[in-house]
């Protein structure tokens, strides 16, 4: 079996959708030898800051100078990047092997690519040694694949309205869903909540015996934007918390991973001609800070967006006027995908100078042409990553560097295919 065929065959588990409910996903990780127990766990659940915030605190824990294991989704621009020890992806003869060798469980288990790529996280956090896992939480908390981990510390972003189907009508509901991740007598990490979500929180430290841990604020920050300070402030508390070490290390390793974290995709200024900002501005929350930062940075912008169909798309198009004009729409390549056209009539309904163009690559050209000063790619992490690897494929902007360099390690069979 090549990579592009592991690839193909993971990601076409993908029409399996998402189903709902641990047994299935606890009996695939007991057939694997219960690989979650031979690590400590760290989870990272909410709406909006999750990735950022699991980056930051595995980079803390490398630097304290343990084998640290991270796990993130969506991934942007490699599906290795997903499952990472010591900052480097998962290499693809390990998922190559993965996938060849427990083909005959996941079919038993009817393992969707969500449980898949969990249970191959903790098997190559097993195998390689690693100490502390620190594991973005996928849909929700409570019925989530990665539960099946038992984090010795939860840290909880907060919630915005999102997935009310599945998680709930309302920001307490889907609150509730969330913390459900923690395990009984376990720490919490958690900033003082607004109304109903705060309560709910406490309703949840009372419940299950949870050790509250509120962050005093912080004046520093690995990424551009207030929000991150209070993503920061998190992973600083949790860091506290959890690892064991004398606070004047773990402060010197926050100031350290501060100063070196780069996270691709958020808020994230290349240098090109034009000026590219990409950004995973998926959900009204996100939009609002992508506007706050455009409105401080004070620069003509055009736009590059494409969102998916699931989420409140007119009023995230709403939200961009007046920051982005002209606007190229375009179609992230999902299953949930909505059509460029749509979103271009939906943007000349507001007013905007827009029109629809696929696919992402050609979108950013059309961008690129029509920016005044500074290209803005938002929405979808399928456009915002599509549209980065083609900025460097063309030379549009500065290419990969640090640990996004990886991407130049993935077989060129896998990225012919757009298996990435």
């Not at 694997?32 to 990272?44: C, K, N």
């Not at 923690?182 to 909540?193: D, E, I, K, N, S």
């Not at 070196?260 to 001609?273: A, E, F, Q, T």
């Not at 500074?374 to 549009?396: C, H, I």
Request: charged share 25%; hydrophobic share 45%.
């Amino acid at each position: 079996m090549r990579y592009a065929e592991a690839l193909e065959y993971l990601f076409g588990r993908r029409r399996l959708g998402m189903k709902y409910g641990l047994p299935r996903m606890k009996a695939l990780m007991r057939d694997l030898g219960s690989p979650q127990d031979a690590f400590r766990t760290i989870h990272v659940v909410g709406t909006n800051g999750k990735g950022s915030t699991t980056a930051l605190l595995a980079e803390m824990a490398r630097l304290l100078g343990f084998r640290t294991g991270r796990n993130t989704s969506p991934h942007l621009l490699d599906f290795r990047e997903r499952i990472a020890v010591d900052a480097a992806w998962i290499p693809p003869d390990s998922v190559t092997e993965f996938i060849r060798d427990k083909r005959g469980l996941i079919e038993r288990h009817e393992a969707t690519f969500f449980e898949i790529t969990t249970a191959m996280a903790a098997w190559h956090f097993a195998r390689t040694g690693v100490e502390w896992a620190i594991v973005e939480a996928g849909l929700g908390g409570r019925l989530d694949a990665t539960r099946t981990f038992g984090g010795r510390c939860t840290v909880f972003t907060g919630v915005d309205i999102e997935h009310r189907r599945i998680l709930g009508p309302t920001k307490s509901a889907i609150a509730g869903e969330k913390l459900a991740i923690a395990p009984r007598g376990t720490v919490l990490v958690c900033h003082r909540q607004n109304g109903p979500v705060e309560r709910m929180v406490r309703d949840a430290v009372t419940a299950r015996g949870l050790d509250r841990i509120v962050p005093s604020p912080t004046a520093l920050a690995p990424l551009p934007g207030e929000h991150q300070l209070w993503n920061a402030a998190l992973a600083l508390a949790a860091a506290e918390s959890a690892f064991g070490r004398p606070s004047g290390e773990v402060a010197e390793a926050f100031a350290r991973a501060c100063r070196s974290l780069r996270w691709p995709g958020r808020l994230d200024l290349r240098r090109g001609k034009p000026d590219v900002l990409f950004d995973v501005s998926h959900n009204p929350q996100s939009v609002a800070r992508l506007c706050e930062h455009l409105s401080a940075l004070g620069r003509r912008s055009a736009g590059v967006v494409g969102f998916l169909a699931d989420k409140p798309w007119r009023r995230m198009a709403s939200m961009l006027s007046g920051y982005v004009d002209p606007v190229v729409a375009t179609t992230p390549l999902s299953d949930r995908l909505l059509p460029a056209g749509q979103l271009d009539a939906e943007f000349m309904r507001l007013g905007f100078d827009s029109r629809p163009v696929d696919p992402v690559e050609a979108a950013v050209a059309a961008g690129r042409g029509l920016a005044p000063d500074l290209l803005v790619v938002a929405g979808s992490f399928y456009v915002v990553g599509d549209a980065m690897l083609s900025a460097w494929r063309n030379g549009w902007t500065e290419g990969p560097s640090g640990e996004e360099s990886q991407i130049l390690d993935t077989p060129p069979d896998a990225v012919a295919a757009g298996l990435h």
